[in-house]
């Protein structure tokens, strides 16, 4: 980017912390930011610049109402008795889990008796939608049709810090993520496990501390997942 | 909903963000206690009609809810990204609400021109002007030196634009100035600011 653009860019994500940016101009920011990690970090500049004006706002309570609409609207069904986890509020797949789950049973139990030479399952990992603005990660795994092997490709690794590392998550229908375990950004990583097909739904990337997950759950942020589609 | 204002430490809310992220929803009310009264007070400046205030707000929990997983504590302040999330939503409600009458409040325009009725409609009579906003934050060490170099002019544009939210044409017909005149007030506002705070920023850096 010349420094004429900079210039600009500078100016708009002012303009657009502001406020000032308004209509159809501050539409086309939006649009813009979603694909320009330069015009992301000018405004996250300027949104800690402007933070400080902040503090002098007297707090007013929201009425009670407030906090039950936002839960009404988020949790419509009747309050379940745990935290609903991300995995399950992805949700795309809930619908096809059971049957994926079904088949893939059928497929392990016809496996078992036939031993049919089996085609490897393919399993793309597209951005998570509810950080794409941010990073945009995506991944290929190859399973072997026994599930005994998998090989994750990195078509679009997200930039990572010396102090991160991508975990790889097996996510079944229902429950907590199973750890399949670190992999590489910019290589295909081969896993080889006993049952990567048992239980699970889909997998999912995140970007966790050097080490991985210290708590054996997904802690940062889910980057790229893929439903099993068999 | 009963310990309230947001006294929370960043830690702390960078923390309830996280579990957030994963879906926690104990998390989630702990972090609506710790920081609905600041949001809501920050939307209700910008959006001071009500109802429509409390429909950002629920607006911008629900995105805090999805969005959670994003946020990434070591670019931004948790209550950066918060505040960011509020102030967005909050200009966008003044676009949809397309019927809205909208004078502003005056307590920066000569007395005499103070339109009495509009003003106490929006504004509680004990509660702050922008520019008075403005001078609250400008008691932050960091800030003071840096809004106090400004003209003025500028921190009438910068207070206007910031707490209401106004576009550059709202706050020309507010200060009764030409549009380019305003738009090049708060330019220069914007680029002062930036000098200041970096230079501030390298001498503590350097101390």
Redesign the interface.
């Known amino acids: 980017m010349d420094y004429g653009r900079r210039v600009l860019a500078d100016?708009l994500a002012?303009?657009y912390?502001?406020?000032?940016l308004?209509?159809p101009a501050?539409r086309r920011f939006e649009a813009l930011l979603a694909a320009h990690p330069v015009l992301r970090d000018a405004v996250?500049q300027w949104?800690?610049?402007?933070?400080?004006?902040?503090?002098?706002?007297?707090?007013?309570?929201?009425?009670?109402?407030?906090?039950q609409?936002?839960e009404s609207?988020?949790?419509p069904s009747a309050p379940?008795p745990a935290?609903?986890?991300?995995?399950?509020?992805l949700g795309v797949w809930r619908v096809f889990s059971g049957l994926a789950t079904a088949a893939v049973v059928a497929l392990l139990v016809v496996g078992q008796q036939t031993q049919p030479p089996q085609a490897p399952i393919v399993v793309v990992l597209g951005a998570?939608p509810?950080?794409a603005?941010?990073?945009q990660a995506r991944f290929v795994a190859s399973l072997s049709a026994d599930g005994r092997a998998l090989v994750l490709r990195p078509i679009d690794a997200p930039p990572l810090?010396a102090q991160q590392a991508l975990e790889l998550w097996a996510v079944p229908p229902t429950g907590a993520p199973r750890s399949l375990g670190l992999v590489k950004a910019d290589a295909a990583t081969t896993l080889l496990h006993t049952q990567l097909l048992k239980d699970t739904a889909a997998f999912a990337v995140s970007v966790e501390p050097a080490g991985g997950s210290p708590t054996g759950?997904?802690?940062g942020?889910?980057v790229s997942l893929g439903k099993l589609q068999i | 909903?009963a310990s309230?204002?947001?006294t929370a430490e960043p830690a702390d809310l960078a923390t309830l963000l996280?579990r957030v992220?994963?879906?926690?929803?104990?998390?989630?009310?702990t972090l609506?206690r710790a920081t609905?009264?600041?949001l809501?007070?920050?939307v209700?400046?910008?959006n001071p009609d009500r109802g429509q205030a409390?429909d950002v707000?629920?607006e911008i929990?629900?995105n805090v809810?999805?969005?959670a997983?994003?946020?990434?504590a070591?670019?931004?302040?948790p209550?950066?990204?918060l505040?960011?999330i509020a102030?967005n939503g909050a200009?966008d409600s003044l676009?949809r609400a397309k019927a809205r009458v909208r004078t502003v409040s005056t307590h920066l325009v000569s007395e005499e021109e103070g339109d009495e009725a509009d003003l106490a409609e929006q504004v509680p009579s004990d509660?702050?002007g922008p520019l008075?906003?403005?001078?609250?934050?400008a008691?932050?060490r960091?800030?003071a030196h840096c809004v106090g170099q400004l003209s003025a002019e500028q921190q009438q544009c910068?207070a206007l634009?910031?707490?209401q939210?106004?576009?550059?044409s709202e706050?020309a017909d507010h200060l009764a100035q030409p549009l380019g005149t305003v738009k090049s007030w708060?330019?220069r506002a914007?680029l002062a600011?930036?000098d200041c705070?970096a230079r501030a920023a390298a001498q503590a850096g350097g101390r």
């Open positions: 100016r002012a303009e912390v502001l406020g000032t308004r209509g501050r996250a949104q800690q610049r402007l933070q400080p004006l902040a503090a002098g706002i007297e707090p007013v309570e929201p009425p009670p109402r407030a906090w609409r936002i609207s988020l949790f379940e935290s609903e986890p991300w995995w399950r509020r998570n509810e950080v603005q941010q990073v810090t759950a997904p802690t942020p889910i | 909903m309230r204002h947001s996280a992220g994963l879906g926690d929803r104990a998390a989630f009310g609506y609905s009264a600041h809501f007070g920050v209700l400046r910008i409390e707000l629920q929990y629900v809810w999805r969005s997983g994003g946020f990434d070591a670019r931004a302040q209550m950066t990204w505040t960011s102030r200009i676009r509660e702050a008075e906003l403005l001078q609250r934050a008691e932050r960091d800030v910068v634009a910031y707490y939210g106004l576009s550059h706050v708060l330019r914007l600011l930036k705070l």
